[in-house]
C-alpha cells in the first residue's frame, strides 16, 4: 500500500469489479486488434496517451502511438488475445495499472506461421465514466519463456 492507502493489489483470481472492468477494456482492445481496427481503438486511449513497444520509441500521442507502433504491427500478426485469466492489477476507482501476458501469430518470410507471445503494461485512467490509456508498453516476451 502506498502512502495513500486507497489503492488495493488484485491479482489473476480475483473477483473484484475492477479485473471486470480491466478484462472488458482488454477484450475491446483484442477485437480492434484483431480487426486491425484503428478507429475502433482509439477512444479506449486518451488523446495524450504516451507508450512504447516493439517498434516504437517513446511516443507521446494516440496519433503516433497509432503510427508508430500499432500501424507497424497490428497488420502483420493474427490470432491476437489476451490471457485474460492472467490479469494482475493494482489502483482504485480512477487509476489502474494492468499487467498482463498476450500471445499472437506472426508470419515468416516464407508464410510459416510462428508464436509471438508477448506481454503488456497499462495504466487505464478513469474519465466520463469510462477507462481509457494513459500509458501503453507491449513487448515481446523474453526468448525461452
Not at 100 to 127: E, K, N, Q, Y
Amino acid at each position: 500500500m502506498g502512502a495513500k492507502g486507497n489503492h488495493t493489489m488484485l491479482t489473476m483470481s480475483g473477483t473484484h469489479p475492477l479485473i471486470g472492468a480491466a478484462r472488458e477494456w482488454l477484450a475491446a482492445l483484442q477485437r480492434c486488434v484483431r480487426a486491425v481496427d484503428y478507429a475502433g481503438a482509439r477512444p479506449l486511449f486518451a488523446p495524450e496517451v504516451q507508450g512504447f513497444g516493439t517498434h516504437a520509441a517513446i511516443v507521446d500521442g494516440r496519433d503516433a502511438l497509432e503510427h508508430e507502433q500499432w500501424g507497424q504491427i497490428w497488420p502483420t500478426i493474427r490470432e491476437f488475445t489476451f490471457r485474460l485469466a492472467e490479469v494482475h492489477c493494482a489502483g482504485g476507482d480512477d487509476l489502474l495499472g494492468v499487467i498482463v501476458p498476450w500471445d499472437s501469430l506472426g508470419a515468416g518470410p516464407d508464410g510459416t506461421s510462428f508464436p509471438r507471445p508477448g506481454r503488456a503494461t497499462l495504466i487505464l485512467a478513469r474519465r466520463d465514466g469510462r477507462w481509457v490509456a494513459i500509458h501503453s508498453h507491449f513487448s515481446l516476451a523474453p526468448s525461452g519463456r
